[in-house]
């Protein structure tokens, strides 16, 4: 399946970002969580791990 035919499901979404595949899902006590991921080299990366409060503002505990 291509990620044009995705339907994201209740707190769980991916998207294309430019080149990144950014994926967000609920987490607990209103928080949400995202991964970017990237193609670095022909091996899939992670460029970031994030978290924040229901709308706020991403703040990251993972960077590479």
Do not use: F, H
């Given at each position: 399946m ?10 769980l979404?991916?998207v294309?970002?430019?080149?990144l595949?950014?994926v ?5 006590a209103?928080s949400e969580?995202r991964?970017?991921?990237?193609i670095?080299?022909?091996q ?20 590479t």
């Amino acid at each position: 399946m291509r990620l044009s035919q995705y339907k994201g499901s209740s707190g769980l979404n991916a998207v294309l970002d430019q080149d990144l595949l950014v994926v967000t899902w609920a987490g607990q006590a209103g928080s949400e969580l995202r991964a970017r991921y990237a193609i670095d080299g022909g091996q899939p990366v992670i460029r970031d791990l994030s978290v924040r409060k229901s709308g706020g503002q991403w703040t990251a505990i993972g960077q590479t």
